[in-house]
């Protein structure tokens, strides 16, 4: 799996909250950043049909580890949601949120000076892609400084005190 992220704390975090969290099965979904696709590799162990989730990452070798082993699933190389289309029912993201410093420049973990910037430009773009009775699912951290949730309603669904932090889920939906 070179270059493709292997699932940490933080992945398996969100996947247990997927678990827990998805109560209908007919949805549409993406999962964002896809990396391993150990969120999408959830969903439909717990009987989501996979033609109905969207795969993305910006990263190349990613996204073509994920085209052979989610041959059902739709694959789709794109910076956020540049070559997204459509209305979704979830939008999940393990976005990178971890602010720069000497020892973190990788593009997995890496969201920027603050951890935010990833997060924030996730957080404008993807209203416009949330169906109306649709939910997001984000990961955060105690060391990701200033998320600008904007007008969306939101809900910490479940925290985990790591070693060195502290990680937050975030269910988010629309008020208009
Ligand atoms: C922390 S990893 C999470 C991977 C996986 N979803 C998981 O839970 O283990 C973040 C992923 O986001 C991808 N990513 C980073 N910036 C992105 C962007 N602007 N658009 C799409 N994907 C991005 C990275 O390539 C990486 O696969």
Request: hydrophobic fraction near 35%; glycine fraction near 6%.
């Amino acid at each position: 799996m070179y270059g493709v992220y292997e699932p940490a704390e933080d992945s398996y975090f969100l996947s247990e909250i997927l678990k827990k969290q998805i109560k209908t099965k007919d949805i549409k979904v993406i999962d964002m950043g896809s990396g391993s696709g150990i969120q999408s590799q959830t969903l439909i162990n717990i009987g989501i049909d996979p033609k109905q989730i969207t795969l993305t990452d910006i990263n190349e070798k990613v996204i073509n580890y994920l085209k052979q082993k989610f041959s059902k699933s739709k694959i789709i190389k794109s910076n956020l949601f540049s070559n997204i289309k459509g209305k979704y029912d979830l939008i999940i993201f393990n976005p990178p949120y971890l602010p720069d410093n000497k020892h973190n420049k990788q593009k997995d973990t890496s969201g920027g000076k603050k951890g935010s910037e990833i997060i924030n430009k996730f957080l404008i773009q993807a209203h416009k892609y949330l169906s109306k009775n649709g939910k997001i699912l984000l990961l955060a951290s105690n060391l990701t400084k200033e998320v600008n949730f904007l007008s969306y309603k939101k809900r910490l669904v479940a925290t985990k005190k790591l070693f060195f932090e502290e990680l937050y889920v975030y269910e988010l939906w629309k008020t208009k």
